[in-house]
């Protein structure tokens, strides 16, 4: 048989392709390209991904499948293609798509993704019947993950179930030619959401127009919540000081910044630095918060919005909602061309959720608990299944660190090492998250948050039970932190006990580091620096600056630690950086400046005397209090409003002034550990903050640096981890990295999961598929 009649002797493939390929336009896409390549079959969504029957010459199958692994979707990401030979079905005419088919759940679930630049050209056309239709969206952009209740993805396992299709939107949802077949929000204004305005008290306003009766009220000062994708925003004009000023009263945020968004990324220019790289984050799909360097002109622009900080959060619109209101602003223009123009407004957006509590999603609840926060509520009918609040991320080194995962990001899936069975990991208390395995897929939940209310607890239990629900996944094991008054650990022991299964206790550092070795595949001993603020240490104390040996089998071992310093007032010296000063010089020998140093503070005198006598003064070995103890020396922040407030300032003075050399005498090493009590004393003869902070930082990467080489010569380590919520600060970072690797070693830091406590699940969830079999 010659080489033409063996392309052309019919064949047929039974298909599977996973990863993220539902609610992303796979079928509608298959069936095109089926139809192009002249090839019969038919395709489906099942709970596995897709799995399509493929028939044809060889030659148009080979082209079919090529195609098929190559020109996905934009959305899409696939992460196999399995192919079998299956018997010919010689009657079978034409390429069909199938209803969806059920079977244990093994597909990705799709994150958000904001609204496609086709569906703004419709959104800004007079002629179009969707026209200033703030529900716009296709198979290419809009809500997913927040809207799903279940998978396969379908509408009626969306809250879109209750919105029945007018005739021309079922067309188009049945056209597999169209952008919109099978995008499961699909709707206009005559079948879909609506809005409605609202005031403070939850009763409907009589406007003509909903979207220029909103900006209205945001130009005139008032502070709007706003009801988006995984949540309720808060929204007021960020030029206007009063504004800002009433809106940090009301939720009680005195000092910690805010977020703005801007149209356009000509708009955030003029607001921040973008690096290279910055400018894709900015707009990517999932359209995160991002942190990037203020303007010297930014403070006078926004007076309130980010005092004292270096840098800005900022993001661009990701709903159409969102976009219609920068277009009434700016008088309701044609085309896109206004997206990049000047003059727009500046809007503070910041999460609805008062006192700390969890996000608001819900119509009547947003009435009842932003009660004072918000003068009136732009509404929508259209439920929110899955809080989920924005991502926050930074670029260190050209790459992306996410901060916070959340819309846009939640649930993508990490890969992991290798497959076992599945683990529900429950987090640390602050900034919590959960993770669920399956197979060798890490599934880190959206940020929950900081576990000291009630309502947080409840919205942790019922991000447990959803992430379950819509992996179809029944744990064979629960870990948690080792700390024993952690609602997220009550949590596990609970759930292990009902569904008498393993529990595994991790060790609060270690799951930093683990968190690492997992999303890099790093199986095998190695080296980890874990440079936080305070964990529960295996021996009761609170850790923060840990040397591990990790032994690549779900173990550690503690090689050294940061010489620790007292925390008089116990978790209160946490929040006064002035306190840790007056440990700094305690451990100095110098106890009776202590009153004279701070004499604004009437109560330095006590604590000298608790300090003296060690009256509830636990010794911790935490970076973070160290570098408290550094703000405090230099009268960088008496008082911190927010966590990690003085060493943010600490970094911003530091990137502000430059970099200087690092002095050489400023760190002692012995077997224990590393001594910073010389940089200490050091700057307390330091009379400019901002030299005093560069030389701070230089000093702490230089000493971090000498520690790990020497540790990693000896135990003849080439590999090195670090994580940890210090890991945050790039000047530290930066400088550490760079004399690492400069010593022949490989550095490895968190990068998909937050450095912070946001990523604990994901190395509890490591640990355990080690430690358990």
């Known amino acids: 048989m010659n080489a033409v009649s063996r ?63 190559e020109q996905a979707p934009p959305l899409a990401r696939i992460e196999a293609v399995v192919e079998n030979p299956c018997p010919l079905q010689p009657r079978e005419r034409g390429f069909r798509i199938r209803p969806s088919s059920g079977g244990a759940v093994a597909t990705e679930i799709t994150p958000d993704a904001a609204v496609c630049d086709a569906c703004l050209e419709e959104l800004f056309d007079p002629a179009d019947r969707r026209y ?97 994708l ?9 030029g206007n000081p009063e504004a800002v000023a009433r809106l940090r009263t009301r939720k009680r945020r005195s000092e910690k910044p805010f977020a703005v968004m801007v ?45 004292g900080m270096p840098w800005l959060g900022v993001m661009l619109p990701y709903t159409p909602l969102h976009y219609l209101l920068f277009h009434e602003a700016a008088g309701r223009p044609m085309g896109l061309a206004w997206l990049s123009g000047t003059g727009q407004p500046v809007w503070v957006c910041t999460s609805a959720n008062p006192g700390g509590e969890p996000l608001v999603t819900d119509n009547q609840d947003a009435v009842r608990r932003l009660s004072g926060l918000a003068d009136a509520l732009l509404v929508h009918d259209r439920d929110i299944l899955v809080r989920c609040d924005d991502s926050v991320v930074r670029q260190a080194e050209g790459r992306a660190v996410y901060l916070r995962r959340g819309r846009g990001v939640t649930p993508s899936p990490i890969r992991l090492p290798r497959g076992g069975p599945p683990v529900l990991a429950t ?139 007292p925390l008089p007032g116990g978790d209160r010296a946490a929040r006064e950086p002035w306190r840790m000063a007056a440990a700094a010089l305690h ?23 608790m300090l003296a006598t060690g009256t509830r003064c636990p010794r911790t070995s935490s970076l973070g209090r160290l570098f408290d103890a550094a703000a405090g020396l230099l009268k960088v922040k008496a008082v911190s409003r927010f966590e990690g407030q003085a060493a943010m300032l600490l970094e911003g003075l530091a990137a502000e002034h430059g970099a200087v050399p690092a002095w050489e005498g400023g760190w002692t090493l012995d077997q224990e550990g590393l001594d910073f009590r010389p940089l200490l004393a050091e ?38 981890a670090i994580a940890g919520g210090c890991c945050a600060n790039q000047v530290m970072m930066r400088d550490l990295c760079m004399r690492l690797e400069h010593a022949g070693l490989s550095v490895y830091q968190a990068r998909q999961a937050p450095p912070n406590d946001a990523g604990l699940s994901l190395g509890q969830a490591w640990v355990a598929l080690q430690t358990v079999r």
């Open 7 to 69: 392309h052309s002797v019919p064949k047929r493939l039974a298909v599977r392709v996973c990863g993220r390929v539902q609610g992303v336009g796979f079928r509608p896409f298959v069936k095109c390209l089926a139809d192009s390549c002249n090839v019969s079959g038919w395709v489906r969504n099942d709970a596995g991904g897709v799995s399509l029957e493929v028939q044809g010459g060889g030659s148009q199958l080979a082209r079919f499948m090529v195609a098929l692994r």
């Open 230 to 238: 995984g949540g309720f925003h808060l929204l007021c004009d960020a």
């Open 683 to 720: 700057l307390t003869r330091s009379s400019e903050r901002g030299f005093g902070a560069a030389l701070f930082h230089a000093t702490l990467a230089a000493g971090l640096a000498d520690w790990l080489c020497r540790a990693a010569e000896k135990a003849g380590q080439k590999r090195v």
């Open 427 to 565: 987090g640390g208390h602050l900034k919590n998250t959960v993770c669920l395995t399956r197979g060798d897929q890490a599934y880190i939940s959206q940020h929950v948050g900081d576990l000291d209310n009630a309502a947080t607890c409840r919205a942790l239990d019922d991000t447990v039970a959803h992430l379950q629900r819509v992996l179809a996944v029944r744990p064979d094991c629960v870990a948690c932190d080792r700390h024993p008054d952690f609602y997220s650990s009550a949590l596990a022991a609970r759930l292990a006990a009902e569904w008498a299964i393993p529990l595994v206790r991790v060790q609060h550092h270690h799951a930093h580091l683990a968190a690492v070795q997992a999303e890099h595949g790093l199986e095998g001993p190695m080296l980890g620096a874990a440079l936080d603020g305070v964990g529960f240490g295996d021996n009761g104390e609170p850790w923060g600056g840990e040397l591990l040996a990790l032994d690549g089998r779900g173990g550690f071992r503690r090689l050294g630690f940061l010489r620790p310093l």
């Open 263 to 307: 149209p356009g990324i000509e708009a955030a220019e003029r607001l921040v630095r973008l690096a290279p790289g910055e400018r894709h984050l900015l707009a990517g799909v999932d359209r995160p918060i991002l942190l990037a360097g203020k303007r010297p002109t930014v403070d006078r622009q926004l007076p309130g919005v980010a005092p």
């Open 587 to 609: 451990e100095l020998g110098w106890g009776e400046r202590i009153p004279a140093w701070f004499p604004e503070h009437p109560r330095a005198q006590g604590l000298a005397g």
């Open 132 to 228: 200033r239709y703030p529900f716009i969206n296709c198979t290419h952009c809009g809500p997913r993950y927040t809207l799903t209740s279940g998978l396969p993805y379908d509408r009626v396992r969306t809250s879109m179930a209750k919105f029945p299709q007018c005739p021309r939107c079922l067309a188009e949802y049945e056209d597999a030619g169209d952008r919109r077949y099978h995008a499961q929000p699909n709707a206009c204004p005559e079948c879909g959401p609506s809005l409605q305005l609202l005031d403070g008290d939850g009763h409907p306003l009589p406007v003509g127009d909903v979207l220029a009766a909103t900006v209205d009220r945001l130009t005139s000062g008032q502070i709007l919540a706003i009801k988006g």
